[in-house]
């Protein structure tokens, strides 16, 4: 489960099992959350209150073209 990067405490990172369409996963504390990544959608959430929701899309948004990067690099090889 390779993480892609951590930011603002969270962990943003894959499954080493994926599946397109390209998306990541986000955990903090007891929390997690799914995003898919073009374009950015909630896939779904688990205990992330809606300004957790807000900040996490940002940072996914910040970072999509890293994740996305990534997620070739690791899939495709």
Do not use: C
Not at 7 to 12: A, I, L, M, T, V
């Amino acid at each position: 489960m390779p993480t892609i990067f951590n930011q603002k405490g969270y962990r943003f990172f894959f499954y080493s099992n994926e599946h397109l369409p390209i998306h990541i996963h986000i955990e903090k504390d007891n929390k997690t959350a799914k995003f898919e990544i073009l374009p950015t959608l909630l896939i779904k959430s688990k205990k992330f209150n809606a300004s957790e929701i807000k900040e996490v899309r940002n940072l996914v948004e910040e970072n999509s073209e890293l994740i996305k990067n990534k997620w070739n690099e690791y899939f495709n090889n």
